[in-house]
């Protein structure tokens, strides 16, 4: 028997422009609360209410995008489209829903640290008064927790990471980051799927391929995925 999850009642629900909505549990970075998005993200993925479009998960608030004219079609008992969706979305709230940690998968990830790729690991040492080889076997030691995509397709917002490589994002972002960059901004770690400006501090590059644009499922990680990093040399790195 699928073992159940009672969601929250510590929450908030309010419009986000005139076709969505945010539900909100809290501005924190907590597993636990994320766990919870994301069971609900799976919930209305697979049963959407009536003239809902499309969910987004995010660390601890899920973004719901809806059709007014569906939505108000199917509940003329409502004023607004945002209050018939906001009360169907309590309804199920307050139901005990199928814990999904079993969807998550887990995902070993090389990682070149050489200085080639790690344009900041210069920097971080002096800030953090720690040695390359420290940051590193730190950053390769943990399990992270993949909490959301957003910036780019398949940019991952994975953590926490260890306060001993901690740093804050780059007060002047780069023009331009190559794909698969592995950056650290505050707690957080991750990495650039694409060609893109950034000011995450940079440590290092993967070979893998996070977007894959002609794949079923367009990225290599998801929320709820674990990741777990492990390094590799520049030879090793240019054999992929």
Known sequence: MPL??????DYSIFPLGDAALTIDFGNTIDEIINHKVLALFHLLKENPPKGVIECVPAYSTLTVYYDVWVVRKYNPQYTTAFEA???QLEQQLAQPIEDLQLQSQHHRIPV???PAFALDMDAMVTAKNIS??????IHSSKTYTVYMLGFLPGFTYMGKVDDAITMPRKINPRPGVEAGSVGIAGNQ???YPLVSPGGWQLIGRTPLKLFKPDSNDFTLLKPGDTVQFYSISKDEFDSY
């Open 4 to 9: 159940q999850m009672q969601l929250s009642t």
């Open 112 to 114: 070149c640290y050489d």
């Open 189 to 191: 770690t991750g990495i």
């Open 85 to 87: 969706v906001a009360d």
């Open 132 to 137: 390359v080889e420290d940051i590193v076997r």
